[in-house]
């Protein structure tokens, strides 16, 4: 079982470099959510989506952009990335909003 | 925006003790989670609540969700290395924001022998 799967697991990106951290399940969830995660810390919403064409801002949106074309794929998208932007980014799914949410494993990015 | 309080920030016990952690919200919750993570992992669910006042166990874990709706607390019954961990409370909030779900802080937890 696949279940939520990202790409890549570890990426490095020079200042103002643009990226996307793919992410993607075949659990047919409507509900998909990016966090990031600062060491020490807890998971801080960037952007979520309630159903393919639907997408909304978190707590953390700025910077980064996503889109939601389809039910299975949730990319995030990273224009210009600054230091600041360092941390591990997880990707999540869930049938609904109070279901159990299921995680990637997680990409580290390092912005230098 | 709500916030999600969770305490302790950390917590150093012993093989066998107990541990209790708790987290407030600054608005209503309809839906208390209860995540735990570990080293190098995504967050996986250990309890999920949906009623106020719902006391709901998961082996020696035990989660109860507060009466005023805005706050649970987890408690780990004589705990063991593979304890050790980050967990974290989550929730989805208010109805008028249903998707955001959203952690608290995390409570580190390290079990020594």
């Known amino acids: 079982n696949a279940g939520v799967t990202q790409t890549p697991k570890f990426r490095i990106l020079k200042i103002g470099q643009s990226m996307t951290l793919q992410c993607t399940q075949d659990?047919?969830?409507?509900?998909m959510y990016w966090y990031r995660q600062d060491p020490g810390m807890g998971l801080k919403l960037i952007y979520y989506?309630?159903?393919?064409?639907?997408?909304d801002k978190g707590e953390v949106p700025n910077g980064y952009n996503v889109s939601r074309s389809t039910t299975e794929d949730f990319p995030l998208r990273l224009e210009l990335a600054a230091p600041s932007q360092t941390s591990v980014y997880f990707c999540a799914s869930s049938s609904g909003p109070n279901t159990e949410a299921f995680f990637g494993q997680g990409t580290r990015l390092t912005v230098v | 925006g709500q916030q999600l309080n969770q305490s302790p920030q950390s917590m150093f016990i012993q093989e066998g003790e107990d541990v209790s952690m708790n987290c407030t919200s600054s608005?209503?919750?309809?839906?208390w989670l209860w995540y735990k993570q570990d080293p190098g992992e995504g967050p996986v669910l250990l309890i999920a609540?949906?009623?106020?006042?719902e006391l709901t166990s998961n082996g020696r874990l035990t989660a109860q969700f507060g009466i005023t709706r805005k706050d649970s607390f987890l408690n780990i019954s004589a705990s063991i290395p593979s304890d050790v961990g980050i967990y974290f409370c989550a929730g989805p909030g208010k109805a008028d924001s249903w998707g955001k779900l959203q952690f608290g802080a995390g409570t580190q937890v390290v079990v020594t022998p």
């Open positions: 608005s209503i919750f309809n839906t």
């Open positions: 659990m047919n969830h409507n509900y």
């Open positions: 609540l949906y009623k106020a006042g």
């Open positions: 989506s309630v159903g393919a064409g639907i997408t």
